[in-house]
């Protein structure tokens, strides 16, 4: 099993910045990449940002390409999600999720952490 504990959100005005960590334990894998997603009440969850664990390769959802950033630190086996020019629209319950392998579209993850809200005030 793997655990992930995701930490750091909370309220800020529209155009300003948060940064969000998720710390995974537990068992690990080879070959694995992380993910983070979002969701607000009534839609279903949706992808932000994804990295691979091997070689570092990053992937963006359309709508926070350029705003948004994921990075992974391996030594603390930790992924950020970093977050600026933030908009009333961002808001969400942001969730990190883990799966082996690297990344594509569509991908069914594995684990979950149990949620960060993020509210940003327009």
């Known amino acids: 099993q793997v655990q992930l504990v995701e930490s750091g959100g909370g309220l800020v005005q529209a155009g300003g910045s948060l940064r969000l960590s998720c710390a995974a334990s537990?068992?690990?894998?080879?070959?694995?990449?992380m993910g983070w997603f979002r969701q607000t009440p009534g839609k279903e969850r949706e992808f932000v940002a994804a990295v691979n664990w091997i070689g570092g390769s990053t992937y963006y959802a359309g709508s926070v390409k350029g705003r948004f950033t994921i990075s992974r630190d391996k030594a603390k086996n930790t992924v950020c999600l970093q977050m600026t020019s933030l908009k009333p629209e961002d808001t969400a319950v942001y969730y990190c999720?883990?799966?082996?392998?690297?990344?594509?579209?569509?991908?069914?993850?594995?684990?979950w952490g149990q949620g960060t809200q993020v509210t940003v005030s327009s």
């Open positions: 537990g068992r690990t894998f080879g070959n694995y990449h």
């Open positions: 999720a883990a799966k082996e392998g690297t990344y594509y579209p569509g991908a069914k993850y594995d684990y």
